[in-house]
């Protein structure tokens, strides 16, 4: 039963994860929200396992949240640091996913300053084509009658 138990969990995972990755553009926060949650979770629970070591001062998981959140913050106070070889590795996968989190996270607010700006330039645009529209149906008649009197034309030489 437990196994069934884990592998809904992980289908739930899956479903949220594709769900979320498929509307990025759109959520981009909830998106680096979840990636953030889950890679703190993740990397807290994987070095409250692996620090069991009497030199250890991550103990519990107070101490190993604290630890995550500060790593993936890259403030690492120094406060609480792996000393075991595998939990100094997801250390360093920690801060490297940090990193990636807040530059997607400063995109992210990026692009919402930025966001009035091109909504500026589409409504610019939709106004040049509906005047060239306008343009092409004034001038439709026109060449219409320089197709039937083409006698009336100023040719111009070259």
């Given at each position: 039963m437990r196994i069934f138990r884990v592998l809904?969990?992980?289908?739930?995972?899956?479903?949220?994860?594709?769900?979320?990755?498929?509307?990025?553009?759109?959520?981009?926060?909830l998106a680096v929200a979840l990636i953030?949650?889950?890679?703190?979770?993740?990397?807290?629970?994987?070095?409250?396992?692996?620090?069991?070591?009497?030199?250890?001062?991550?103990?519990?998981?107070?101490?190993?949240?604290?630890?995550?959140?500060?790593?993936?913050?890259?403030?690492?106070?120094?406060?609480?640091?792996?000393?075991?070889?595998?939990?100094?590795?997801?250390g360093a996968l920690l801060m490297t996913a940090g990193v990636g989190v807040f530059g997607a996270l400063s995109g992210f607010v990026a692009a919402w300053f930025l966001r009035p700006t091109a909504r500026k330039n589409r409504s610019e645009i939709e106004m040049l084509r509906t005047e060239i529209a306008e343009l092409r149906a004034m001038l439709e008649p026109v060449a219409k009658a320089a197709s039937q009197y083409p006698h009336l034309l100023i040719r111009l030489q070259p």
């Open positions: 809904r969990g992980v289908r739930a995972t899956k479903i949220l994860s594709s769900f979320v990755l498929e509307r990025r553009a759109e959520d981009t926060l953030s949650f889950l890679l703190m979770i993740l990397g807290s629970a994987s070095v409250l396992h692996f620090e069991t070591v009497p030199e250890s001062n991550i103990t519990s998981a107070d101490d190993a949240l604290w630890w995550a959140y500060s790593t993936m913050a890259t403030v690492g106070y120094g406060d609480r640091v792996p000393v075991t070889w595998e939990g100094r590795l997801i």
